[in-house]
């Protein structure tokens, strides 16, 4: 599954919604410009000045992220330093904001907000009274985890305001469990954000260095009207392995929609416990997300007015990761036979193998760049052949316009390459779901993909 854009005010959007008395439990999706995902590719320079003696620069690359983030910081209170670090900063990535919506009746809508066309949002509220947190709901990992108050690395004031921090003294139903949570080095990338996350050998694997905390257990409510008991969950007192990804990203934490056999510390997932709790009608939750378009996560079922013709149910290949057979992937004279790949809300690309997707990006003329991702002549969009995926025996496709994240004259391949030597081969991220009413049903451990309605 790492990220937040630059602002020091926010708004939240207000957005309608109408109540259906059908015992699903949406989540508003919404969607955020392609403009800020190619901003996070371009090294900006930021200069700050103090008394026209203090110097530095900022490439949101990472090349000297920490030096200038501590001169900001130790800067806070003089104004010529805080002018220049809002304003350059704002003008690099623009924030947008969305808002809470509230329906009545059993339908509960809550913005989700996709970043850049990469990432996907959402609120969700821990303890009593609640302490809302933005999280990225992530089908490829299980655990519960926010920043704690005093937590470490935990971003800046001048960004966005920094993270919202759980704190346990002010919930009457916190319980203290207080057993070690170990993020380790990782694999998986966020295009938007430089963060690299995957599940191996039980160990999660988010950042590029250690991410620790322990485990606390408290009630967690989703959309007003799922409300959980006795959740085990993280709170991080240390995110410095996440790095400036998680310090520039849109979110506080991650809610992870996989499995508990993904989990870290024997905890279970925030929707097993709540279909065992009872509070959804059905072990199923969906995702329609929104191509420049409102979008909806849906929990306790899916919305038939939200796709049309049939669903293709696809049988997992492994209920731990959402892990799929896939008999081909195909684009222009490249074919890769029978594999393997996961369906992740998390994660914003599609990944494949490395040697693969060099193949792929070579015939179609992008080029790679520092961050390991590809670029390609916006000239050349128009001809870019489609990407197809043969699941049980069914094409799926990504149209070729669509494997592009354009902006600012530049277009970012939406293909990358990782290598994943005990793991799956593809991952077919929010690029592909935003092609697909996917469906995610717990209980029979399968996924389905539908056509969805354009809106």
Same mark, same amino acid.
């Given at each position: 599954?790492?990220?937040?854009?630059?602002?020091l005010?926010?708004?939240?959007?207000?957005? =309608?919604?109408a109540?259906?008395?059908? /015992?699903?439990?949406?989540m508003?999706?919404?969607?955020?410009p392609?403009?800020?995902?190619?901003?996070?590719?371009?090294?900006?320079e930021?200069?700050?000045?103090?008394?026209?003696?203090v110097s530095?620069?900022?490439?949101?690359? /990472?090349?000297?992220?920490?030096?200038?983030? +501590?001169?900001?910081?130790?800067? +806070?209170?003089?104004?010529?330093?805080?002018?220049?670090v809002?304003?350059?900063?704002?003008?690099?990535?623009?924030?947008?904001?969305?808002s809470?919506?509230?329906?009545?009746?059993?339908?509960?809508?809550?913005?989700?907000?996709?970043?850049?066309?990469?990432?996907?949002?959402?609120?969700?509220?821990?303890?009593?009274p609640?302490?809302?947190f933005?999280?990225i709901?992530?089908?490829?990992?299980?655990?519960?985890?926010?920043?704690?108050?005093?937590?470490?690395?935990?971003?800046?004031?001048?960004?966005?305001g920094? +993270?919202?921090?759980?704190?346990?003294?002010? =919930?009457?139903?916190?319980?203290?469990?207080? =057993?070690?949570?170990?993020?380790?080095?990782?694999?998986?990338?966020?295009?938007?954000?430089?963060?690299?996350?995957?599940?191996?050998?039980?160990?999660?694997?988010?950042? =590029?260095?250690?991410? +620790?905390?322990?485990?606390?257990?408290?009630?967690?409510?989703?959309?007003?009207?799922?409300?959980?008991?006795g959740?085990k969950?993280?709170?991080?007192?240390?995110?410095?392995?996440?790095?400036?990804g998680?310090?520039?990203?849109?979110?506080?934490?991650?809610?992870?929609?996989?499995?508990?056999?993904?989990?870290?510390?024997?905890a279970?997932?925030?929707?097993?416990?709540?279909?065992?709790?009872?509070v959804?009608?059905?072990?199923?939750?969906?995702f329609?997300?929104?191509?420049?378009?409102?979008?909806?996560?849906?929990?306790?079922?899916?919305?038939?007015?939200?796709?049309t013709?049939?669903?293709?149910?696809?049988?997992l290949?492994?209920?731990?990761?959402?892990?799929?057979?896939?008999?081909?992937?195909?684009?222009?004279?490249?074919?890769s036979?029978?594999?393997?790949?996961?369906?992740?809300?998390?994660?914003s690309?599609?990944?494949g193998?490395?040697?693969?997707?060099?193949?792929?990006?070579?015939?179609?003329?992008?080029?790679?760049n520092?961050?390991?991702?590809?670029?390609?002549?916006?000239?050349?969009?128009?001809?870019?052949?489609?990407?197809?995926?043969?699941?049980?025996?069914?094409?799926?496709?990504?149209?070729?316009?669509?494997?592009?994240?354009?902006?600012?004259?530049?277009?970012?391949?939406?293909?990358?390459?990782?290598?994943?030597?005990?793991?799956?081969?593809?991952?077919?991220?929010?690029?592909?779901?935003?092609?697909?009413y996917?469906?995610f049903?717990?209980?029979?451990?399968?996924?389905?993909?539908?056509?969805?309605i354009?809106?």
């Amino acid at each position: 599954m790492l990220f937040k854009a630059i602002a020091l005010s926010a708004a939240l959007l207000a957005s =309608s919604a109408a109540a259906e008395d059908d /015992g699903l439990i949406r989540m508003k999706l919404s969607k955020v410009p392609d403009h800020e995902i190619v901003a996070q590719h371009l090294k900006a320079e930021v200069r700050f000045t103090q008394t026209d003696v203090v110097s530095t620069s900022l490439f949101l690359d /990472g090349t000297n992220t920490n030096e200038a983030l +501590k001169l900001a910081l130790e800067s +806070k209170s003089n104004p010529t330093i805080k002018t220049a670090v809002s304003t350059a900063l704002r003008g690099y990535a623009e924030q947008v904001t969305d808002s809470e919506l509230l329906a009545s009746g059993k339908t509960e809508n809550v913005i989700i907000k996709d970043y850049s066309n990469a990432q996907y949002f959402g609120t969700l509220k821990i303890g009593t009274p609640p302490q809302e947190f933005t999280v990225i709901f992530d089908t490829g990992s299980s655990n519960l985890w926010v920043p704690k108050v005093d937590c470490q690395n935990c971003g800046y004031w001048f960004i966005n305001g920094g +993270k919202d921090k759980y704190d346990n003294g002010k =919930s009457s139903s916190y319980t203290a469990d207080g =057993s070690d949570f170990h993020i380790q080095v990782g694999v998986r990338f966020h295009s938007s954000c430089k963060h690299f996350s995957l599940t191996l050998h039980r160990i999660f694997q988010y950042g =590029s260095g250690d991410v +620790k905390g322990y485990f606390s257990v408290d009630s967690v409510t989703l959309a007003d009207d799922i409300s959980v008991t006795g959740q085990k969950f993280a709170e991080v007192s240390d995110a410095g392995g996440l790095g400036v990804g998680y310090v520039m990203g849109k979110f506080d934490g991650i809610m992870g929609l996989g499995f508990d056999g993904l989990a870290l510390g024997g905890a279970k997932t925030v929707f097993k416990n709540a279909v065992d709790q009872g509070v959804v009608s059905q072990p199923v939750f969906a995702f329609q997300m929104g191509n420049n378009a409102d979008g909806e996560l849906t929990f306790g079922g899916y919305d038939d007015s939200k796709f049309t013709g049939d669903i293709t149910w696809v049988n997992l290949a492994e209920p731990k990761y959402w892990l799929i057979d896939l008999d081909n992937v195909q684009v222009g004279s490249y074919s890769s036979g029978k594999t393997n790949g996961i369906v992740d809300s998390g994660t914003s690309l599609i990944t494949g193998p490395s040697a693969e997707i060099r193949k792929i990006a070579s015939s179609v003329g992008a080029s790679a760049n520092l961050l390991g991702q590809y670029t390609i002549d916006c000239a050349l969009v128009p001809n870019l052949p489609d990407l197809e995926f043969t699941i049980n025996g069914k094409p799926f496709k990504v149209p070729g316009k669509d494997l592009v994240i354009q902006a600012q004259g530049m277009c970012l391949f939406a293909l990358m390459g990782m290598d994943i030597p005990t793991g799956p081969k593809w991952i077919l991220g929010d690029v592909f779901m935003r092609q697909y009413y996917t469906i995610f049903d717990y209980g029979q451990e399968r996924v389905g993909f539908a056509t969805p309605i354009s809106s």
